[in-house]
């Protein structure tokens, strides 16, 4: 039985948690969103540094892009009971060991929250994969695909979850290579994401 004040009690337990605190270079501040009328889940990485900053999901350039791609203004984004934001990773998990970019999301966080947390959320009718690992957990027989034939190969799983890219400024050669996204997708995502609203 799923109720409001019953994700409420779980979102408390989120937010309290300590669990990667030792692994964590700012330590922990879980960031997300999530109601029990949602209709839309964005299940994304995990908070980059702008968003442990202010504790907002998607405050930077990201989060615009985003936005724009949904057609969605922050007044909505941001209402809990229209769109819920679950990352895999609930905390900032630092700077990538090699490369640039952040770390990938810490490995503890989605065995031991995701699926009490997706139990709660049973009006969700479009799943948003943003990313590899939203991918793999949400689309396990994709996983091995990529992010980008994943992406090609959106009306697989059409019209109930959607991978895209992420939208970082980071991926602008990306979309720069494959303009079919911006023309083709992205038109019938912001149709599907205006009906369910």
Same mark, same amino acid.
């Given at each position: 039985?799923? #109720?409001?004040? #019953?994700?409420?009690?779980? &979102?408390?337990?989120? *937010? ?15 960031? &997300?969103?999530?109601?029990?009328? /949602? ?5 994304? @990485? ?23 791609? &949904? ?6 984004? =941001? ?9 895999? !990773?609930?905390? =900032?998990?630092? *700077?990538?060991? @090699? !490369? #640039? !970019? ?17 139990? @709660? ?10 990313? @590899? =690992? /939203? &991918? ?31 939208? #970082? $400024?980071?991926?602008? !050669? ?12 992205? $038109?019938?995502?912001?149709? *599907? ?5």
């Amino acid at each position: 039985m799923t #109720s409001a004040r #019953s994700l409420d009690k779980l &979102l408390r337990e989120i *937010r309290a948690c300590t669990v990667c605190a030792p692994f964590l270079p700012l330590g922990p501040r879980p960031v &997300l969103q999530a109601g029990h009328g /949602a209709h839309i889940l964005l299940a994304s @990485q995990a908070p980059g540094i702008k968003v442990h900053q202010s504790g907002v999901p998607f405050d930077d350039a990201s989060g615009r892009r985003l936005r724009q791609w &949904l057609g969605m203004s922050e007044e909505i984004f =941001y209402d809990r009971e229209k769109v819920a934001i679950v990352p895999m !990773g609930f905390c =900032y998990p630092g *700077r990538a060991a @090699q !490369g #640039s !970019g952040d770390a990938p999301p810490r490995p503890e966080c989605a065995p031991l929250w995701r699926k009490r947390l997706m139990a @709660q959320l049973p009006n969700i009718e479009l799943t948003v994969l943003i990313g @590899q =690992y /939203a &991918l793999a957990w949400h689309l396990p027989e994709a996983r091995t695909m990529g992010v980008t034939r994943a992406v090609q190969e959106w009306q697989r799983w059409w019209p109930h979850t959607l991978v895209l890219p992420h939208p #970082s $400024p980071r991926n602008n !050669g990306w979309l720069k290579h494959n303009p079919w996204f911006e023309a083709e997708l992205l $038109p019938k995502l912001r149709e *599907r994401v205006s009906l369910l609203l």
